[in-house]
C-alpha cells in the first residue's frame, strides 16, 4: 500500500490542532497508567508453555493482543471477552488494534467507523441486528442536514453516534491524540472494567482510498466506495493517504511483541488487517513476536459472511478462499481456523496448521467458542514449543 501524496486539507487541520496539549490530556494520563499490563517477561516467554501456567497460578495476567476492523472484529471481541469471563485460569488482559483506514471527516467531524464499532458493541450499545451504530437510534440530525442538502447523504450518522464523533472531534481540536481520545470513548462504554484496552493503530490521520478502473482513473474515499457504490465499481488499487507518514500509536507495537496469544479476528482481510499490517513496524512486530499468532477465516464457503471481503480480495488479485487469505498472513502466522466447509482445501493448501470450527457468529456464546478454539489453538502451540 502507498500513499497517493496529494495533500489533504482536513488533516492537516486535524494535525496542527492536535500539536496543543490540552488539561484532558493530562487527566487522562492517570487512568492509562491504571491499565498497565502485569506478566511475564519476553524472555521468559519464550521458554515455554510452562510459563503461561505459571503466570496463572502467580495470578499474572495472559496478554492477549488482536487487530480488529469493524463488525467482524468487534462480534469476535464481544465473544472472546465472553469466553475469557467464564474461565478459571483469569485474569486475561485484551489489547485491540483498530483499524483507523475507514476513518472520515463528514460535516466537520471526524468519524471512525472500526473504532466505533468496537466501542458500541462490547459496551452493549450496538445496533446488534446492523453490527455497528447505535441501538434505539434517531436521524433528527441527518434528516436537518438532508433538508439543508448538506452532502454528502450516503453516510448514516445517527443522532447518538453523531454525540461520539462531536466529542471526539472537540477532544482532537483540544490536542489531544487520536489515542487519548479513545482512551477515554472506552471509558464510557467500560472497556477498562472488562481489562480491554483499545488502541488505534496509528494516530496520524490516514484514510483508505480506492482508485476506480475507470478510463479516467480518480479515487473516491473507501467509505463512498463501500457505503454509496456497494463496492460494485471496478477497483484498480487500494492506496491509504497519510500512511507514509504513520507512526504506530503508543503501545501497538509492544502489545503485538509483549504478547502472549495473538489473534486475527474474521475481519476484513484487506480493509481491515490489511491496512493495520501497513502501519511501520507492525508486521515486523507480528513477524517477530514469541507469541503463537492464531488467525479466524473471515470467508465460509468461500463467502464472506457480510459486506464484500470477496470484492477487495479479487481486487488486489488473491482468490477469495479461507486458503488465500491465510496466504496474506503467511509469515507470521501460526494457525489458522476454519469452517468445516472449507478445511479440505485449507489444510492441503495452507502451511501453517489448520483446524476446522463451525465460525459462524450467530451468536455471542457462538462468537465465544470460535474465540475458545483459537486460543486453544495457541495454547497447544506455546506448549510444544
Ligand atoms: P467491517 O470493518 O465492519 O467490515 O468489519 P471487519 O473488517 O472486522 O469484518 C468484516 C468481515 O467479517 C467480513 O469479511 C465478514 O465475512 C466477516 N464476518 C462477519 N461475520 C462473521 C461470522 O459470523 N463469521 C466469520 N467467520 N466471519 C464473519
Ligand atoms: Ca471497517
Known sequence: MTSCGRGYAPMARYRAAAAEISAATAAFRGTWADMRHVGSGAAGRRNGGWLWAACTWLGWAMRITALAGGVGGARFLRGLRHHL???DDGPHDVTVIGNTGDDITLFGLRVCPDLDTILYTLGGGVHDGQGWGRA???HRVQEELLAYGATPDWFALGDLDLATHIVRSQWL???MSLSEVTALLAQRWGLPEQRVRLLPMTDTPVETHVVL????????????WWVRMQAAAPVERFVVAGMDRAVAAPGVLDALREADVVLLPPSNPVVSIGIILGVPGVRDALRGTAAPVVGVSP?????PVRGHADACLTAI?????SAAVAGLYADFLDAWLVDPTDADVAVQRVRVEAHSEPL??????AAGA???AALGLAESIRTSR
Open 85 to 87: 469471563d467464564r474461565r
Open 136 to 138: 434505539d437510534e434517531s
Open 173 to 175: 481540536g483540544q490536542g
Open 213 to 224: 478502473a475507470e478510463e479516467e482513473p480518480r479515487a473516491v474515499h473507501f467509505q463512498e
Open 299 to 303: 470467508l465460509i464457503g468461500g463467502r
Open 317 to 321: 488479485g488473491v482468490e477469495p478462499t
Open 360 to 365: 459462524l457468529m450467530s451468536s455471542v456464546e
Open 370 to 372: 470460535i474465540a475458545g
